[in-house]
């Protein structure tokens, strides 16, 4: 696999209905082989960039290459490429077999070879046997299997898929989403995948590409967009954080102090989330951090090396694998998550909270 190509680019696509602007002169490019997600919220634009790629929408100003061609004037059925959509599209009279067919039928091979590569895809799908069924008697996971199968029948060069996910119960959602990452590696076809759910993202990409309100924020590695947001708006996207309020007392090269409330806090430099990395004393900022990076002890001595405040527990959620826990540090509400649980715990208990400087992300206000 040579990840060096890149299969698709879109070069300044902008994107209007009436005087919405939907895309605001995005950029981006897939490389060969890679799984690709569009993350952001409903109405940021994720399927119109696909329908761009796929050629059912074309950009008011911007091109779309494919595999180094420019494509903006070609159609859809002359990109090579396979789709699913974000509703259910198989076709209702027709088998899966026949489904599977449609494309197939249009190319000049044998009957055997079109039976070949479709118990072949059928196979790959974990479908195999249920060839005679129509789309009705089917399950929904077992419907969006044969949609994926479909879209990967024709071979395509590219394979776009449009929350193929969405409207299916969470067992399902994660069993095919592991599903699609062995067989987007298997076959190694270029894909762009589309969701509004982080964790799919995050657990299904090479590179997660984040989108709000038409423009992209950020494009990295899963663990780069957690670990590194860029801007404000992706690290609050991805994943749960704490937020509090404070003002600058003091910097040095590396660390900057913040008094929030009635406590000082430390925030390496390098955790400035945004463009404005010019901070100085008095100014107001905010500070990030997730309930994962809080640490929760009985009593002062249990985590040494961090500074411990105390807090205490207003709320307590067991989420099966581990603990949600409500604490109240100086009148502040702050979400904990725990594996590392006391049994003695309850509301109203008095406890220790602290983090590591390095897991506080800080952000100027304007
Ligand atoms: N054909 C259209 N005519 C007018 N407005 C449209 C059209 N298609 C999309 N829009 C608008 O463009 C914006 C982006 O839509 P898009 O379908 O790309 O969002 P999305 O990110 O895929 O959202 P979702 O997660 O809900 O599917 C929305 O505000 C939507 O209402
Ligand atoms: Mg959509």
Redesign the pocket.
């Known amino acids: 696999m040579n990840t060096t190509v890149s299969d698709v680019e879109i070069k300044g696509a902008t994107k209007q209905?009436?005087s919405?602007i939907?895309l605001d002169a995005i950029d981006l490019e897939v490389k060969q082989g890679e799984l690709l997600t569009l993350l952001?919220?409903?109405?940021?634009?994720?399927?119109?960039?696909l329908n761009l790629i796929a050629g059912f929408l074309e950009a008011d100003q911007g091109d779309v290459y494919i595999k180094g061609k420019k494509v903006t004037k070609v159609p859809p059925y002359k990109r090579d490429l396979g789709m699913v959509f974000?509703t259910y599209s198989l076709f209702p009279h027709m088998t899966v077999y026949e489904n599977l067919n449609f494309g197939l039928k249009l190319r000049k091979i044998s009957k055997a070879e079109q039976k070949e590569k479709i118990d072949r895809v059928l196979a790959l799908v974990k479908m195999s046997g249920l060839e005679h069924r129509y789309p009705r008697e089917l399950s929904g996971g077992q419907r969006q299997r044969v949609a994926i199968a479909r879209a990967l029948v024709v071979e395509p060069e590219l394979l776009l898929l449009?929350?193929p996910l969405s409207n299916l119960d969470a067992k399902l959602r994660h069993e095919l989403r592991l599903e699609i990452k062995r067989l987007q590696k298997e076959i190694g076809v270029t894909t762009i995948f589309?969701t509004?759910d982080q964790e799919e993202a995050l657990s299904l990409s090479d590179r997660v590409v984040v989108?709000n309100a038409g423009k992209i924020e950020q494009i990295s590695t899963p663990t780069s967009i957690y670990k590194h947001p860029k801007t404000e708006f992706v690290f609050q996207f991805i994943g749960k954080s704490n937020s509090f309020e404070g003002a600058v007392v003091a910097i040095d090269s590396q660390k900057i102090s913040v008094k929030a409330g009635e406590e000082i806090v430390v925030v390496d430099y390098d955790n400035i989330i945004g463009e404005d990395r010019d901070i100085s004393s008095g100014d107001e900022v905010k500070l990030y951090i997730r309930p994962e990076n809080i640490h929760i002890a009985s009593t002062r001595e249990t985590s040494a090396p961090l500074e411990l405040h105390p807090a205490t527990i207003t709320q307590m959620n067991y989420l099966g694998t581990s603990w949600e826990i409500d604490v109240s540090l100086i009148g502040k509400s702050l979400q904990v998550l725990t594996n590392d649980y006391d049994s003695s715990w309850r509301e109203g208990r008095e406890v220790f909270v602290g983090w590591n400087p390095s897991d506080l992300k800080l952000i100027k206000k304007e």
């Open positions: 209905f009436g919405n939907v952001g919220p409903s109405g940021c634009g994720k399927s119109t960039t974000q449009d929350e589309v509004h989108m």
